[in-house]
């Protein structure tokens, strides 16, 4: 029988040795090789290195934080803060693998509250770049100066420098030019560069950014107090200027942000952020239920702009999932799914019976700059004595003005155009209303409130559908089949590793359901709440309320559009159809004198 032995080979690996033979299979990295593929974790561009190292100026309590970079971050990048820095023992073990000051025993691990914690940056990014730092407490009369290149440290130097740190970071991916081959463009490193800048600069309106490249200022947010400034800094004033600010708070969970009301959207989801505890997250969970929390406000294709902001306690969030620490994990997941959701479907809901969020497209038209001062049409330019003017054929206050209750019931009605359209006089100014969009929401919502105060009606497929699962989402689907079965999905055990479906909500149309079984298994196991099913039931009752209300060129009496106000009035969300095309546009007196030039 062959004997085998463990024995120390150069302190770097340990051979499995057979007698009269030697084989190496299993080796300890070097820690230069262990330090690169850890610096893979964190750094994969430029814009890691920008985001880890403003992380931990932020976390040093600094109020300004400069970022300038040369070449999209290639050539260098430099952070330099005034925070409360650090001495020259703090120096030189701060380019130390597993050295951090965020973390003093192992409870800590459970409850961080700092955006930094892992203490593999600063070492990791100075694995593939030459890095130095300069450091001075505030308490200091000089700084210290520490160089690392490839990995090798020289010790902390004396050297001047105001109080704070400034991290200095050149040619990234110098020694290891593989790495440095999968850079996208110029273009692209710099605008995630941006981003990262962006994402910190929205949780931190208090702290002052300055980013500049190649000694052009790109970007320079000022301190402010409130959030909204902030907004209008980084996501330009056209979009902030339309989101509506929204709260919710239960127990020790609280949550507030911003958020675009329809008909504002996009065609992706670029202007979605989601914020932790003040740390960026891109979290399924949440994204999840701000979708949908806009179900059918929204157009197939587009999404919103949402800036949302979660506290809850350190300890019922796990950040020490991913590590670039994008990722996080909830203890209470579907709790907050539910919150996050129903907050920004209240928002939308009581945004939507204020018609003056709704306006013209010519709003935002940028008309030539050209002024006329306010005469009523048919005086004289120059009179000492002005007739007093015209009565108007509408009133038309500023936009400020108070919004009745029943909005919608209150309009004066002055007419129909293009067989499709009702012409009104608003509490703004002129409204149009889309007569088959509005009716439209009103049958929905009729269909919508039958469907939830009642039982789903099923029906009984005359052939069984089979559906094979894995043995995860067996035991899934054991698990919810009462959740199924309360949605109208009627399943029975079929073979080892498949259910045979049996009867489907009646509203679903005729077609293969195995797709949305897997889905809605899947949804369940992420979120514990399934939005397949729900859509697919919505948009079969937005279909049936499409084909079932007023059409296009029809000649509406009085009582017939009164009797539609009325009803808009008594519905959730009668600005936007089901399918997320508007209701209503309105005209205030501002947007009409812009458009005659009159401004």
Known sequence: MAEFFLTPSSG?????KEKGHARVKIQVLTDEMASRIAAGEVVERPGSVVKELVENALDAGATEIFIAV??????????????EGMDPDDLALAVERHSTSKLKDENDLFRIATLGFRGEALPSIASVAKLEIVSRPKHADAGYRVRVQGGKKDPPGLTATPPGTSVEIRDIFFNTPARRKFLKAPATELSHICDAVNRQALAFPQVHFC??????????????????????????REIAKDLVPFAFSQGELKLHGYLSSAPSSFPNSRYFFNFVNR?????????????????????????????????????????????????????????????VSQAIRETLKQRAKDPTAYTAEAR????????????????????????????QPFPMPSRMAPIPQGCFSSMEVLGQILGCYLVCSSSQGLALIDQHAAHERVVF????????????????????????????????????QATLARSGFDLEPFGPNG??????PALLREGDYRSIVGQMVVELAEVEKSGALQQQLEERLATIACHSVIR?????EMNEIRALLKELDEVDFATQCPHGRPVLLEFSRDDLERMFKRV
């Open 12 to 16: 770097l690996s340990y051979c499995l």
């Open 211 to 236: 980013l500049i490249h190649d000694g052009r200022t790109i970007a320079d947010y000022v301190a402010v107090r409130e959030e909204q400034d902030r907004l209008g800094q980084v996501l330009g």
């Open 70 to 83: 040369e070449k999209s971050g290639t050539v260098l990048i430099r952070v330099s803060d005034n925070g």
């Open 279 to 339: 740390r960026y997250v891109r979290d399924r969970v949440l994204h999840h239920a701000v979708l949908q929390g806009y179900e059918t406000l929204l157009m197939k294709g587009r999404y919103p702009a949402v800036v949302l902001f979660l506290e809850l306690p350190f300890a019922d969030v796990d950040v020490n999932v991913h590590p670039a620490k994008y990722e996080v994990r909830f203890r209470r997941q579907s709790e907050i799914h539910d919150q």
């Open 445 to 480: 919502e009729k269909l919508r409130r039958q469907m939830s105060e009642g039982k789903v009606e099923k029906q009984s497929l005359l052939i069984p559908q089979t559906v094979e699962l894995s043995a995860g989402e067996l035991l899934l689907l054991e698990n919810q």
């Open 499 to 504: 259910y045979a479906i049996t009867a489907v």
């Open 552 to 556: 296009a060129n029809r000649r509406l």
């Open 364 to 391: 935002s038209r940028a008309w030539p700059t050209v002024t006329d001062s306010f005469l009523p049409y048919g005086s004289p330019p120059h009179n000492d004595h002005p007739s007093p003017p015209s009565k």
